[in-house]
Every structure is written in structure tokens, then in C-alpha cells.
């Protein structure tokens, strides 16, 4: 970490920190060491300034009387609302993740935003839309580590004038058993500390590469909507969807396209017009991966 | 360590509310925060339209771009999505053979009142004869709408003592509905005559009704004053503005607002609505109105107390203490004070 971050960092507790994470100015502040620890594993690579503006005002701040020596406590205050209950203190840097996703899902209405895990390869993005459990932050973290550029793990934000899909890189959410898959895959990537999240599933979040965070100005077309489904024990089929089907695939995972008008339904409609689209059920990543990118290349 | 300040900025909304010329000369940064204000206090809508009227400087940084943007689709989502949910309704009311009445938030939607614009609404309030309850109830629950599990206590609550019945929920679309009979619970000193309020409503389209002129405003003054809560309040005090100053130009108005005043005994809300729509927003209100309601005011003593609380609260330095009399007080007047004691018990009783 350059001194130069570390001196901007300094100002967490007070005046805060403005990140830039994708097209969008986070503003950070926390009294928590959580926060900064996640920030400086995670975020050396983003543009960092003093300051106190931006898209977002996020604080993490600490519990009050009692709460700060007993059991201590972390409170996500964004733009001035406690969407969430306060979370036990040790989660106060992940709560900071959770605290973005909510802002993305919940308040960037001047793009579309869908549910995806969204990966790029040769300017054509591969955009994988899907409810919590499919897979889909595995099938992503398996396929950043294969080389693909990483976008999201949790947003497609598609530019309803342009039609294209801007990266939002940020550290990803693995559970459970895929901590280990994905870790086993890839011994050079960097995890953060793990934890048990609210539903009491393990969970840890693992740095995006620094080549897909220099690059996070880049917008690219979609080339693909595919619609994964973690079978655990099946095998590895992919078929074609109809194009209606993908459209409600997508407008059933958006966050906001209702938001828009009908800006926001016509962008989903070019989107599956403009895409390939497939249905996808797997269990064995060396599998997917390969006819990834064996679909992709054609 | 100091602790980091992450409190709403109510004073920089209530400096813009009072005079709205002051949006343009805001810094992006304090206009950021008087959007974070405006939301919370659910004045979104009232924010945006000032905002649109050509007072958000055109060097605005992209990052405030993106943000009104943001909100200004969240405002038009929320009036949509309530037109859409009056459309439900008036489907489910079709050929019910009653009058029913959009009342508050929903009805200024409507009717395209200037409280409507972008404006969220959590519950749709909607006063039906008392006698047609049971029909207009059975009506929403043939229509997906399903009464949310109550205890007992709070059962009774509603059916004996209030003016509503327990929310009705939406099974599929989580919409919320009251249907009241009337606008001041039952347990109330006042009792304002339902059906006068029925029989004056006027159509806004199909079978959809809201509540004449007068009705609105003694309604928002009524609900403002004795019936919920004033801590948080300044929203309700902007609808009060925003209805008299679009009423206000007709003259036929203020002789009716003064006349149904007493005809629906809320000449005390209708004397606080207009001392202070005019203390707190200087909303225009005419002379001869002012000096014929200002009978109707409280003894000074009581009345030297309302100011002090009122001013407090509205602007958001209130005290605890201040919040808490006022809360009482709203109580005092909707229920004997037996029944206040025991329900201000047992209130305190589950909070804690």
C-alpha cells in the first residue's frame, strides 16, 4: 500500500474517504478498524481521495453506551437511513459490502441494474442472471481466476442510452464449501477474514484482480445472457432459452428496470435481442468452464 | 475518538422548505444532504418539483447528476405504483353500490394535488359508510387483500375504540389499506360527521372520490393536530401548506373552510392549521380568515405551550420530552383518560 493511501485512510474516522468503485463515488467513513482493514486488503487498487461527496454516503459507526465494550456492535448509516440492524462489530468491514450491494440494487436508477454475475473476454461481456444459490459468485470467482475480466459478482449495470455494460469490479462473496473449491483453484488469491454472515452461512470475500479494477472505466457490449443452475451431482448441460423466456429471466432478476419506463423494459429487450441466450445446469466447474469457453469463442 | 456525525440535516431542509429560492444557491454537497433529508422525511416529491422549476445549477457535478436522476425515478415509481394500486382498488370496489372516498396521500395522487407529486404513500386510507364495513371489507379480501395477524389487545384496539379497521395487506403486492368509517377514532372527543364528508366528496374519475376542498384540509389539519404523532411531522405541515396555497385563490374556499370548520366541529384543528401553515411556512392565509378562526384557539397558556411544541418538533431540535407531550396530547384527545393511561401502559410495556 502506497503512503499516500495510507494518509488518505488516515481520515476514515473523521472526514472520510471517497472511493471510486466502478461509475460510482463512494463516500466511506467508520470509527471501526473492520472497515479500514477491508479497505486496505481489498481497495489499494481504486482511486482513493480525501473528501466527503459522492453517489453514496456510507458509515459504518460504532454501537452506542454499553454496545461499544460488550458484545460491540456495527451500524451501516447510508445517506443518512439504518436500512439494516446493527451487526455484531466483527462484521463491520463485510457489513460495509453489504452496505454498497443495497446502495447498487436500491439507488442507481439511471442505469438498469440486474441480479448477474458479469465477466468479459475479447470486449463481449457474458452476463449470468440468477437468484441467490445458483452459483452464480462461484461460477464468476472460477471463471475471474480462468482469466475472464471481472465485473461484478452481483450487478449487470447496462447503460439504457448505450445499450452497454459498465464493470463495478469489487471484492466477491463465497460461501461455504466453494471457499475451499475456489481457493484450491487459485492459491495466489487474496481472501479477507472469515465469518459466520446473519443466516449463519461461512462466508468470505475475495479481492478482485488488480487488471479488472485499472480497468473499471471500460464498458463493453453483452454477447451472452446465460442462466446458471448449481445441480450438485448433475451433468452438464446448456441449452438454448427462447429469447421471451430470457427477457423474463432478466426482468424477474432487475432491480429497477420498472424505475425507468419503458426505457428501462426497451433496454432489457435489446439486451436479449442483441445476446446469445442459454440455459446452463452444472455441478463440475473444469465442465463449465471448458464449454464456456467453448461457446463464447464461436 | 469523536463520534462521526451521521445525523440528517432537518434545519437545511426546513431553510429550503420556508424558502425554496435557496435550493439554487446550495453547494452539491448540501444539496446531496437536502435530498437524504427530503427522503427520509418522505418530501421527495415537494424537493424535485422546486428542483425542476430551474433552481439546480447547470454545472452540477456528475455524481449529483446521477443522484437526482436516481431520484427523480424513484418519485415517479412511487406515484405510479399508488395510481396502479387505485386502479386495484377501484376494481375491487366495481358495482359495490356505496360511496368510498381516497383520503390523505392517495387521494392528493389522484386528484394530482400538489402533495402528490413523487409522493410516497404506505397506506392507502379509505373512508366508506360505516354501515356498508363488513361489504367493503369482504370486498377487499375477494380481491387479495388480508387482514395481518393481530393479538388480541390490539384487535380490540381497532374494533372498539378506532376509527379504522386493523391494516389490510396485499397477499401478492404487500399494498396496505385502511378502511376507516371515520376520520377521528371513535373514542375521540370530536366526531365529525362521516356522512357529511361522503355526501360533499367529489368524483375525480369512475367511482374514484376524494374529499372536497374544505374536507381535505380540516382532514390534514384534523390528523396533523390531534390524531397522530406531530414528532417528525414537518411532511404533514407541507401538505397543509401545499392544499391552501392551491385552494387558497378560489374565494369560494375559505367562506366553506370556515363554514364546515364548525360544521364538523374541527374548528380547533382549523384554528392550528392556520396559525401554523403561516408561523411555520408562511403560508398565505386571508385576514379576515385569520381574525374569524382566532375564536377558536385554546387559552393563552395552553396555546403558549403548542407554539413552543410545535416549533420544536416541526424542526427537528425538538427534546425527547417535547416529542413525548405532544404524543400524549394527541392521545388525550382521542381517548377518556382511563383508557389513555391503559393503553399509554401498555405501550410502554412492550417497548421496553
Redesign the interface.
Known sequence: MSPATRSILSLL??RGVQVAIGP??VHV???LTGVRDYLERFYDDFPMAEG????F?L?V??GRGMRRWVRPQASI?I???RPFLPLPALLAGASMEWGMNWCVGR????WVAVHAAVVERGGRVLILPAPPGSGKSTLCAALVCAGWRLFSDEFALIDPDSGRVLPIPRPISLKEASIEVIRRRDPQVVFGPEAHDTEGSRFVHMRPPSDSVRRADESARPGWVIVPRFMAGKPTTLERLPKAQALMQVTDQSF?Y????PKGYTCLAELVRETDCYRLEYSDLDEVLALLARVTAS | MPRLDVALDLRLLVRVLRNPQQLQDLSPREFSRAIDAAEQSRLLGWLLAHADAGQVSPECPQWLNDRVTTARARAREYERSIRWEIDRLNRAFLGVGFRWVLLKGAAYVAAALPPGRGRRVADIDVLVPQEHLVKAETALREHGWEFAELDAYDARYYREWMHELPPMVHSERRSVIDLHHAILPQSSRLHPSSARLLERSIPISDDVRVLCPAHMVLHAAAHLFHDGEIAGAIRDVVDLDGLLRCFGNDPEFWSDFVREARALQLTRPAYYAVRYADRLLATPVRSDVVSETSAWGPVSPVRWLMDALVEKTVHGRGTPAAALALYIRSHWLRMPPFLLLRHLLRKSVRRS
Not at chain 1, 466527503?52 to 453517489?55: L, P, Q, R
Not at chain 1, 439507488?107 to 439511471?110: D, G, L, R
Open positions: 474516522g473523521t460510482f463515488l467513513r467508520s470509527e466527503g461527496e459522492g453517489h454516503d458509515a459507526v460504532a448509516v445517506n443518512g437511513a439507488s442507481a436508477h439511471h429497477n420498472n424505475y425507468l419506463g
